[in-house]
T-cell receptor, first 113, second 112 residues
Framework: DVKVTQSSRYLVKRTGEKVFLECVQD?????MFWYRQDPGLGLRLIYFSYDVKMKEKGDIPEGYSVSREKKERFSLILESASTNQTSMYLCASSGVLGLHEQFFGPGTRLTVL | GQQLNQSPQSMFIQEGEDVSMNCTSS?????WLWYKQDPGEGPVLLIALYKAGELTSNGRLTAQFGITRKDSFLNISASIPSDVGIYFC????????????FGAGTILRVKS
């Protein structure tokens, strides 16, 4: 069974803190994605990675960075958290050749105070 | 970026009713996907469509890949309370590499 896990379901951080969100997939997928989800704005792509150590900016990369040192793990980093980064963060992976189905983790609800 | 127009934005229906929602675009897609998101959870893939005209069912759910490749619809028959959630369409464009374009979602509420 397909499995994408995220390190925390809920996280509360203070403005200016460095925040790490971890995502792990067990399907040997090449592609991994980070989205944020806000009411009325749908899913917005922050960054994605198509291979180890490879990354590309999505639609809203400002204020975020990512790391992919191993195929199964994709980390999202908020260098200095701000209140406007309070959101639901979703990780996804895909990789079956020729198909583009993305499988999502359960999400991390981040609150920045 | 690319836009998918998903409608309706929300629905409040009676238990037992059939539900229909759709996504349209000005672009031609080669894959359509439908997801459901329960409150506080990540989206779960319901149905994947790969060919124009394709009609696929998953239990009470039926989805179709529009013949023009610019639209798709999802029907839910005989809705039940656990159908509550947000339904997203997503499409894949060749020029987008491995990324998907997502609709804004349809919020479904069911009166029992």
């Amino acid at each position: 069974d397909v499995k994408v896990t995220q390190s925390s379901r809920y996280l509360v951080k203070r403005t200016g803190e460095k925040v790490f969100l971890e995502c792990v997939q067990d399907m040997d997928h090449e592609n991994m994605f980070w989205y944020r989800q806000d009411p009325g704005l749908g899913l917005r792509l922050i960054y994605f990675s198509y291979d180890v150590k490879m990354k590309e900016k999505g639609d809203i990369p400002e204020g975020y960075s990512v790391s992919r040192e191993k195929k199964e793990r994709f980390s999202l980093i908020l260098e200095s958290a701000s209140t406007n980064q309070t959101s639901m963060y979703l990780c996804a992976s895909s990789g079956v050749l020729g198909l583009h189905e993305q499988f999502f983790g359960p999400g991390t609800r981040l609150t920045v105070l | 970026g690319q836009q998918l127009n998903q409608s309706p934005q929300s629905m409040f229906i009676q238990e037992g009713e059939d539900v229909s929602m759709n996504c349209t675009s000005s672009s031609i897609f080669n894959t359509w996907l439908w997801y459901k998101q329960d409150p506080g959870e990540g989206p779960v893939l319901l149905i994947a469509l790969y060919k124009a005209g394709e009609l696929t069912s998953n239990g009470r759910l039926t989805a179709q890949f529009g013949i023009t490749r610019k639209d798709s619809f999802l029907n839910i028959s005989a809705s039940i309370p656990s159908d509550v959630g947000i339904y997203f369409c997503a499409g894949h464009l060749m020029e987008y590499g491995n990324k998907l374009v997502f609709g804004a979602g349809t919020i479904l509420r069911v009166k029992s």
